[in-house]
């Protein structure tokens, strides 16, 4: 038996667990781990492994399956809303990169032949590290991420017909016309392949299989139909990649869409691991040993040249400042496909071999360096954004008009930039109550504007934005932002503004939860436990346990998971509730046939049957604080209740029972 493949695989494992295993202790994302782990274990330094070209293999994979992931989290009508920045913004990208490359590469005595050609190689970014990076911040979808996505889209689908001009550069003879017209075909061929796909075939084919009820036939089915659009479209001279990201794409609008991306998740990690290891495998140290100066500087003369221009293509599509600086260093690698060109390049003599090993240190670094520029992108922007810019700068060129906001207090202040914010702001208008949102991308700020919502344009992370939406007069802010660090800035600057809102913040984490408190936050539901205490409920009531038994069980495990932190970091003013523990006070509607509608708080024993107190009514608008036990209460009155959890729920079960007929 061949042990080969398996002795690389343990290797690479094996490394890759003890650099991620560092990497994360300090902090530093895993996809520098893996380019370092390639860089080692590569036949440059230690030579560990004997089958580079099995790891290639496995990077493949990874690259598709990441591709489709990506995929299956947009879809047709998303890319279709986004096709001005695809088209407009990604050939105005590339045109620009390519060019400015092209001349700079000219005055360092390149040829004309080699200088277009560097001009596309360093014109394309990393779609697999930017887009994964984008993917674990939450950021696919925000304003920057879009166009982001967008550029990213169109240099993929440049590929195709880069591939085929690149012969030509190598003084290859082709048939340039026919070329173009079977392109053209095949172009038009997959768009219909893929429109039929998402309308008719994936919905129907994927409805049987899931009946079937079968998880590893779910799985096998989704693999199949990943690889085989894949192959399909590599069949007709497009990349692998791109074609998994139209299978991921005719799967997005499907039902089915989240229960896939959950099962490629796992795979999706492990084989883009190989991907990145691949590519530092192909890194000389010893080319960048004798030439430091010159990796260094080409490096840092790529970054800012793709930077810039990204920057200013962003900032030309109506981008803030603060976007273009965020879209601009999330575009300045080279990418992975630069690699498949440039091996073609090598290939047909368009480069020399001393600018291949210049191109892959130049790439492989700017790579390792993307996650950096990423993070400190926001940073900076904010940093730049304390100077005295002009308004047009600060801006953009298209600038949302801002609503005037009149002044308003005591009412509830919506921050976010998801689907579940938007679904919260329709909840709080049914219910007539005053609120106001911040948003931070213009197209859903627009939208909320024209529907006469009091909408705020801006980064929540600003206390002038803030005040703009009154938040220093608000009686509840919710903050649904997604990303754990912009929660907890939004948090700190409501803090130093309101120090009596109520402050709900929705996270991902019951990890996040202390460090939310610890900063001001009123109430954190974290999204992973919240999902289960819904479970929990589900499980009990199937089981026909009584409904104020579940009410109880689900108050005490939310005490006993959430209560450790509640006395932690607060800001507020003194309560004797925080001296006396599993102690809170809720407000309760009396039911309009309650048993004890009409009666006096004396005659309801509420203290007796339910061990709560009924510290204040509110009758018709009118609030009696400290109600004496001669106090009628109505149906439908609002009746304040302090109590233990368990308790209060027991008190709201009995309040909203109706009287026997």
């Known amino acids: 038996m061949e042990l080969g493949v398996l002795k690389d695989i343990v290797i690479i494992f094996a490394l890759s667990t003890f650099v991620n295993f560092i990497f994360t202790r300090i902090r530093i994302p895993a996809i520098i781990g893996y380019l370092i782990t390639g860089v080692i274990a590569g036949p440059h330094l230690l030579r560990l492994i004997s089958s580079p070209e099995n790891v290639e293999v496995m990077a493949e994979i990874g690259v598709i399956l990441l591709m489709f992931t990506i995929g299956l989290e947009f879809s047709l009508n998303h890319l279709l809303n986004i096709r001005k920045v695809v088209f407009l913004g990604g050939f105005m990208q590339l045109l620009l990169t390519a060019g400015v490359t092209m001349f700079t590469a000219r005055v360092f005595h390149f040829e004309w032949t080699e200088s277009i050609f560097v001009g596309f190689l ?141 099962n490629l998740i796992p795979f999706k990690d492990v084989f883009t691991s190989f991907f990145f290891v691949s590519i530092g495998m192909l890194l000389d140290l010893g080319f960048v040993a004798d030439h430091p100066g010159l990796v260094i500087g080409s490096v840092l003369l790529v970054i800012i040249l793709k930077a810039f221009i990204a920057g200013m293509t962003a900032f030309t599509l109506g981008h803030t400042f603060f976007g273009t600086v965020v879209v601009g260093l999330s575009l300045a690698q080279v990418g992975e496909f630069s690699f498949i060109l440039a091996g073609l390049g090598l290939t047909h003599n368009i480069i020399t071999p001393v600018h291949y090993q210049l191109f892959l240190a130049v790439a492989i670094t700017s790579m390792a360096l993307s996650p950096i520029l990423i993070q400190t992108s926001k940073p900076l922007a904010n940093l730049i954004l304390k100077l005295p810019l002009p308004p047009y700068i600060v801006n953009g060129l298209f600038p949302l008009k801002q609503v005037e906001i009149p002044e308003i207090s005591k009412h509830v202040v919506l921050i976010g930039k998801d689907s579940r914010a938007i679904n919260l702001a329709e909840m709080i208008r049914s219910m007539e109550l005053p609120f106001t949102s911040v948003v931070f991308d213009t197209d859903r700020a627009r939208a909320e504007m024209e529907k006469g919502n009091l909408t705020v344009f801006g980064d929540a992370t600003f206390e002038p934005v803030l005040r703009e939406a009154f938040v220093h007069t608000a009686e509840l802010v919710i903050v649904s932002v997604g990303n754990l660090i912009t929660a907890l800035s939004i948090v700190e600057h409501i803090r130093s503004m309101n120090k009596h809102a109520h402050v709900i913040v929705r996270t991902r984490h019951v990890t996040d939860v202390e460090e939310l408190y610890r900063l001001g936050a009123s109430q954190v539901i974290p999204e992973e436990f919240e999902t289960a205490i819904d479970f929990f409920e589900r499980i009990l009531g199937k089981y026909l346990i009584p409904r104020m038994d579940i009410e109880r069980a689900i108050a005490r495990v939310r005490e006993d998971n959430y209560g450790i932190f509640r006395d932690r970091g607060k800001v507020r003013g003194y309560s004797l509730l925080k001296d006396i523990p599993d102690i809170e006070i809720a407000a309760v509607r009396v039911g309009g046939e309650s048993l004890f509608a009409g009666k006096t708080i004396a005659e309801t024993a509420m203290r007796k049957t339910a061990g709560v107190t009924i510290v204040a009514i509110n009758h018709a608008g009118n609030i009696t604080a400290n109600p004496e036990p001669s106090a009628f209460i109505h149906g439908n009155d609002i009746v304040y209740l302090l109590g233990q959890p368990e308790m209060i729920a027991l008190a709201s079960n009995i309040l909203s029972e109706p009287r026997p007929h």
């Open 122 to 262: 360093t014109a394309l970014s990393s779609t697999a590290v930017v887009l994964k990076l984008l993917q674990e911040r939450s950021e696919l979808t925000t304003h920057y991420g879009k166009t982001v996505v967008g550029i990213l889209i169109f240099q993929d689908i440049i590929l195709i017909p880069l591939l085929l001009f690149t012969p030509m550069l190598g003084g290859a003879t082709a048939d340039v016309g026919h070329d173009l017209l079977i392109l053209m075909l095949k172009t038009a061929g997959i768009l219909i392949f893929i429109w039929a796909g998402t309308k008719w075939l994936m919905p129907k084919v994927l409805h049987l299989i899931a009946m079937t009820r079968s998880h590893e036939l779910f799985l096998m089915s989704l693999l199949l139909i990943c690889l085989a659009v894949a192959m399909l479209t590599h069949e007709l001279g497009m990349s692998l990649a791109f074609g998994a990201f139209l299978a991921g794409l005719m799967i997005s609008d499907t039902e089915y869409s989240h229960s896939a991306f959950g």
